[in-house]
């Protein structure tokens, strides 16, 4: 069986993504989706990009680009303000984490969030990091939209793909995955002390590990309303 599986903001949390890893084992036959914001905030974003690094090697992982990867970026090519933004938004664990110099950030974790992709979409489902706009196509989302903007209080509808939509970048505080039916929310707010969330979209199955080595595995309800 070929499981198609997104997981949530990891927000530079470590020890929770290799408890989810270790618990789902993918393998070739599966693609896992990183819905973005890998780094900042959490304390080991250095580990975590290079535990994702080395997924490449283990199954189909397809990346998105998240809005903390955009600021991480931004400082580093512009330095001064964008500097300043990134370091006062998460940046600063992130910097800790490679010992407070830029220079130590190794050239193939660069090279690894310089091929994130902006979305992707599978025959029923498609992911972005933030939002979408219901009415325009996946590949002309704006920026503003697709990795900044919060889901909590204009939730989109359904996109004229007519796809169930999974996201990240709108912390659940209670760390439930928040469902829409055609949109799942499953960035759990793990750096604050809550799940990080793995979800097989196909089956709804999902998996939650946090940063004391937890796990604990749930089912999203309603599945085969949508197929
Ligand atoms: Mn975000």
Redesign the pocket.
Known sequence: MSRIIAIG?IHGCCTALHTLLREIRPTFQDTVIGL??YVDRGMQSDEVIETLVNLVSDCRFVPLI???EIMMFKALQNGNEDMDFWLTHGGNSTLASYGGRVQNIPQHHLSFLRHCVRFFETDHHFFV??NYDPDTPLGEQPDDIL??QHVNAFPPGLHANGKIAVV???PQQDGEILDFGHLKVI?TYCYGDQWLTALDVTTGTYWQANNAGELKVGQLDEQEEFY
Do not use: L
């Open positions: 903001d973005g914001d998240g809005n903390h990091h933030a990795f900044w990240g970048h709108t960035d």
